[in-house]
Each structure stands twice: as structure tokens, then as C-alpha cells.
């Protein structure tokens, strides 16, 4: 499975977290205010859907060398180019929109959030067209939804922060679902409770899963799921978990 979001971080990306300056905001939840969520702001490829995107492919396609994001790339790249090379990302989001699949337990899982009165949020570094192609294929929505046309992509915490800002929250209200680096990172750096949901990978071959306070195997664990949303530490807690 290759996620929408399971680029490999680039060293240009990762500064907004970095840069974030406040130590409070990127320590594990041991080091901060636990408060009871009131918002899930989640990712949509790898993490609600199974789009099947095949970055590798799609870098090959555009001609990028190496592990650089698909998106950095494209910043770098003359006009030209990079005309050509988002024609090529619009064409695989699209058609990975197309075959996106609900993982076991989403529906149930926004269902739970919703009846517990907390808001919803999406947050993608896919494009609008491809994301709202797919929410609308697998019957989704959110109270709000942000791409990349919205603001910086993740790692930087950007969209959490402008959610929180929305809804008058504080970051640690919020908890941030995501499968893979881009999505703990943004959360981390927010200040917000970060939740990796591993798709029944062993946690610690995700890239990035030191920075997940929770493991969720899958949203069709429905008591972890009840615990995470209600604020309550899930048992067992698994051994990359940094909650207390
Ligand atoms: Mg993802």
C-alpha cells in the first residue's frame, strides 16, 4: 500500500518543525496538558482510504532522482516542467481517487466522533479535485477540508493550527490521526495529540512513529477507538506509545 501522503520526508520540508520554537509543542504528551478532545482532524490517504498511490512511479514518471517529496520537487522546478510534472500528479491522484477504498472501521469511527460533539477535520497534501472525488466516492465529509491548494503541505503544522484558530481550540483538544511521518510531524509540532494508525503494520516500521502518541492497529478496534475519542489512555499501550 502507498498512502497519498507516503512520500519520504524531504530535508527542505521538515524546517516548519523544526523552527516551530517552542519546546512545549513538540514533546511527547507526557510533557503536556492532557485536555478531553473535542476535534479529530485526520489524514486521508493510507489513513481513512486506500487510494494505492504509487509515489515511486510517480516520481519516475516526472524524472525526479532519488527520494525528493513529489512536492518539493515541483516548488524547484521551472514553470515549464512543472506544468508538465502536476499534469502527471493530477492524473495518478485522480485515478487514485478513483479506486480509493474505506479501511475497516472509518465510517463507525467519524460516526463515534460526531455523536461525541467533536469537530472534523481534513488535512491532505493531495489536491482538491482528487480529494473531493474521493470523499465523495466513499461517502465522506468533514466539517472542514484542507489541500494543498489550502496552505503549506504537511510536515508543517499549518492546517491544525488554522483549524484550531476556526474553532477556537487549543492544539491539545485535537487529536490527529495519520499513517505515516508528514502527519505526527504536523501534529507534534502543533501541539496537538497525535494517533498513528499503523493499518496492522508493526508501528515501528512506520517512518516517523516516534512521534505518535497513540497506536491504533486499525479503526476497526473499536474500544481503542471509543478510548482515544473520550480521552481515555487505551490498554495496552504499545511500546512506541508516549502517552501517560
Ligand atoms: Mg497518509
Redesign the pocket.
Known amino acids: 500500500m502507498r498512502?497519498?501522503?507516503?512520500e519520504p520526508p524531504a530535508p527542505v520540508t521538515v524546517g516548519p518543525v523544526a523552527s516551530a520554537g517552542d519546546a512545549r509543542s513538540t514533546s511527547p504528551l507526557s510533557h503536556r496538558r492532557r485536555l478531553p478532545p473535542a476535534a479529530v482532524i485526520c489524514?486521508?490517504?493510507?489513513?481513512l482510504v486506500d487510494s494505492r498511490l504509487d509515489f515511486q512511479a510517480i516520481r519516475a514518471e516526472m524524472g525526479i532522482e532519488g527520494e525528493t517529496s513529489v512536492l518539493a520537487a515541483l516548488d524547484r522546478l521551472e514553470s515549464t516542467d512543472a506544468a508538465r510534472c502536476r499534469a502527471i500528479l493530477d492524473r495518478h491522484e485522480l485515478a487514485g481517487a478513483m479506486r480509493a477504498r474505506l479501511f475497516p472501521g472509518v465510517p463507525d469511527f467519524l460516526g463515534a466522533a460526531a455523536a461525541l460533539g467533536l469537530k472534523s477535520g481534513l488535512f491532505t497534501r493531495n489536491s482538491r479535485v482528487a480529494t473531493a472525488t474521493t470523499l465523495r466516492r466513499c461517502g465522506l465529509a468533514f466539517d472542514r477540508v484542507l489541500t494543498r491548494e489550502d496552505g503549506p503541505p504537511k510536515p508543517d503544522p499549518w492546517a491544525i493550527h488554522a483549524l484550531c484558530r476556526e474553532w477556537e481550540l487549543r492544539p491539545e483538544q485535537v487529536l490527529v490521526f495519520?499513517?505515516?511521518h508528514?502527519?505526527l510531524a504536523a501534529g507534534r509540532a502543533a501541539g496537538a495529540v497525535t494517533v498513528l494508525v499503523c493499518q496492522d503494520r508493526p508501528h515501528t516500521s512506520v517512518r516517523g512513529h516516534e512521534l505518535a502518541d497513540f497506536c491504533l492497529a486499525s479503526f476497526a478496534d473499536h474500544a481503542r477507538v471509543s478510548a482515544l475519542l473520550r480521552g481515555l489512555s487505551p490498554a495496552p499501550r504499545l511500546p512506541a506509545e508516549n502517552g501517560r
Not at 3 to 6: F, H, L
Not at 43 to 47: E, K, P
Open positions: 498512502g497519498g501522503d507516503d489524514d486521508l490517504d493510507g489513513t495519520g499513517d505515516f508528514y502527519d
